[in-house]
């Protein structure tokens, strides 16, 4: 569905082989008065460039964005996705490692990537007139490297590391917990990085394959925010993708993740890591709704005034009046077919049991009575708040773009998205809170509580 107030402009298409175009397609998606213009054109096999002209701005960020997480790997293959970003950047047949890193360095710009549960994103920021070298970098990297064996096995040793190093995080460790508790053995509650287990015995090929596999044009949008020209970007793009294996026969792009049919869930249930800790990391929560649910906006209201700042009632009541716990927030994840609502603490271990019954017991409070007019007002200014503050780089515009197109399959413009959470009444929020905060809870811990039995 096309945003509403959205310009189109098509050029050239003509039907090609397995449904694709053999020319590209262009459109204008938006001229937004909070940015510039957005424009979209899908090339002959199915890779998408989306582009945000802001001629203000002196700098470019540009990012490829591909549909694979960890959610898209089998078991014995989990952290490939992860083992792959690792290996993209240690050279192509053009380049090697250090000239990958160094190119960019050399004008100032940076490079990085990121793995989640359900996409790869692979970017850089440079200033606008080097917007060329990183466009030919990082297509190069992500369409051909040669994931050489001997990089496989250093990279092998990095990513152990980086998975012991996790393990000595306990504050992220219980929201990985939280995930199994909740998901169980679905990919879903999987750790992205994947297991000592999975990657010491993941090889060359298996890497290799789901590389090829994965990363087609079609699974692929590129989006760049800044002092640009589209047709100069999608020119550029051509160019360094010319004669990779990402120049294909006619495709169409692939749609976004389906949501059905829903993830299947865990019964609620505890799970407790026992660890000679400091303080003791809590979670407690319930699946959530999806990313295309109608009532994401009330949830971001709700979370809002639940946990998602100082003025919530969690940081009020249980840091501010209290003093129980350093840092204390509700959230929310979302993903295609499934979601999360949950709250986190850090708190003194003598102090779990006070911290857990306070939050049960707010959480059981606005489910029964709900929040009132004036704290739905305020979430909502937070809401509308944070999102436009976010947009005040050229980085934060560029993943706008790209999880619109990736995520959502629809850009919606700043000024719809606003009205929409303007649109969230009261009765809407509390409506949620009664059947979401309701829900059976399950429980993480991570912490000194060997034997210990947090079930009741």
């Not at 005034?305 to 009632?313: A, E, I, T």
């Not at 019954?357 to 709900?370: I, K, N, P, S, W």
């Amino acid at each position: 569905m096309a945003p509403s107030g959205a310009v189109r402009h098509a050029t050239g298409a003509q039907p090609g082989r397995a449904g694709g175009s053999t020319r590209a397609v262009t459109r204008t998606l938006s001229d937004d008065p909070l940015g510039g213009t957005v424009r979209r054109t899908v090339l002959p096999s199915g890779l998408r460039v989306l582009t945000e002209a802001i001629p203000a701005m002196r700098s470019v960020s540009f990012g490829i964005w591909v549909s694979v997480g960890s959610r898209d790997e089998t078991g014995p293959q989990a952290g490939a996705a992860h083992f792959l970003e690792h290996l993209l950047f240690k050279g192509t047949h053009k380049r090697t490692a250090l000239d990958i890193s160094a190119d960019i360095e050399a004008v100032g710009g940076e490079t990085n990537a990121f793995t989640t549960k359900e996409y790869t994103c692979y970017y850089a920021r440079v200033l606008d007139e080097d917007l060329p070298l990183a466009i030919d970098v990082m297509c190069d990297a992500v369409a051909d490297s040669l994931l050489e064996p001997a990089d496989v096995e250093t990279e092998r040793g990095v990513i152990l590391e980086e998975i012991a190093m996790h393990d000595d995080e306990p504050g992220d460790e219980v929201h990985d917990l939280f995930a199994r508790a909740v998901y169980g053995d679905h990919p879903l509650g999987r750790l992205i990085s994947g297991t000592e287990e999975t990657v010491t015995p993941m090889t060359r090929r298996q890497i290799h394959g789901f590389y090829r596999r994965h990363y087609t044009p079609a699974q692929i949008v590129v989006a760049a925010a800044g002092n640009l020209d589209h047709g100069a970007v999608v020119k550029l793009v051509r160019q360094a993708l010319a004669g990779t294996p990402l120049d294909t026969d006619p495709a169409v792009p692939a749609p976004h993740r389906p949501a059905a049919p829903a993830v299947r869930v865990q019964p609620a249930t505890t799970l407790v890591e026992p660890k000679e800790t400091e303080q003791a990391h809590v979670i407690l929560g319930c699946p959530g709704i999806d990313r295309l649910d109608e009532r994401r906006f009330a949830l971001g209201v709700l979370n809002n005034v639940l946990g998602g700042g100082m003025s919530s009632r969690l940081f009020q009541e249980i840091r501010e009046r209290r003093g129980l716990a350093y840092s204390v927030y509700s959230y929310a994840s979302q993903y295609a077919d499934s979601g999360l609502f949950a709250v986190y603490a850090g708190c003194a271990p003598g102090k779990v049991d006070e911290v857990l019954e306070l939050t049960r017991a707010e959480l059981a409070r606005v489910a029964a009575d709900g929040l009132t007019g004036a704290e739905v007002a305020r979430g909502k200014g937070m809401s509308k708040g944070s999102f436009v503050l976010g947009l005040e780089d050229t980085g934060s515009r560029m993943s706008r773009l790209a999880k619109g197109e990736l995520l959502y399959g629809d850009l919606m413009p700043v000024d719809e998205l606003l009205a929409r959470v303007d649109a969230v009444s009261v009765d809407d929020v509390n409506t949620l809170a009664a059947e979401l905060l309701a829900r059976p809870m399950s429980l993480s811990v991570v912490g000194p509580f060997e034997g210990r039995d947090f079930s009741a």
